[in-house]
């Protein structure tokens, strides 16, 4: 079965730094825009990172520009989330997913609509506390 699969997550305190992976397993990431979006406990999900099926572009939601970095390693078959300077706030489970090519053609969903992305993984926990 085709899935992705997300690792990296973990305890860290308030401007601590966290790594994000997230691998394709019977999946070419190369093949898709891929797309981090978090859920916090009783909020909704939100889209938080994205980067083009060719790497030429990345979008970021306004919480996160300027502390985040998506990036991806074809030859790896994964894309990565660098978190830095991480607040209480960016407490969540984090999913990986692929935007789905009949809508987005291999680019990234205005606004990271987490109606546009499919193919989630199945979450790595971040907590951020002292």
């Known amino acids: 079965q085709s899935q992705l699969v997300e690792s990296g997550g973990g305890l860290v305190q308030p401007g601590g730094s966290l790594r994000l992976s997230c691998t394709g397993s019977g999946l070419a990431v190369d093949d898709y825009a891929i797309g981090w979006i978090r859920q916090a406990p009783g909020k909704e999900r939100e889209g938080v990172a994205c980067?083009?099926?060719?790497?030429?572009?990345?979008h970021y939601d306004a919480s996160v520009r300027g502390r985040f970095t998506i990036s991806r390693d074809n030859a790896k078959n994964t894309v990565y989330l660098q978190m830095d300077d991480l607040k209480s706030s960016d407490t969540a489970v984090y999913y990986c997913a692929t935007a789905n090519p009949l809508v987005t053609f291999g680019r990234c969903p205005a606004f990271l609509d987490t109606r546009k992305f499919e193919r989630w993984g199945q979450g790595t926990q971040v907590t951020v506390a002292r």
């Open positions: 980067i083009t099926l060719s790497g030429d572009a990345t």
